[in-house]
């Protein structure tokens, strides 16, 4: 399966079909995932199975939408 990279929680929100599809693919209620878009983050605790979801889906998104720092290499920002 092709991956996908998506860059932020809008982009991801679409690529998995709209609020509703993706609130189901997420676990959460369509106004959970609003707001995690509003917000422009979505909670660190989910972010393990999240990630083994959106890859299941051949779907990658960057740490920083779940709070992380973006990864270093070499002493610059990723």
Do not use: C
């Not at 979505?42 to 990630?51: G, N, S, V, W």
């Amino acid at each position: 399966m092709p991956k996908v990279s998506v860059s932020s929680i809008t982009e991801l929100v679409s690529e998995l079909g709209g609020l509703t599809a993706a609130s189901r693919t997420l676990n959460a209620t369509p106004q959970v995932v609003y707001n995690w878009r509003q917000r422009g983050r979505i909670p660190t605790r989910l972010f393990l199975d999240h990630e083994r979801k959106l890859s299941q889906l051949g779907v990658s998104a960057p740490v920083t939408l779940w709070g992380f720092e973006a990864p270093m290499t070499r002493g610059v920002a990723a």
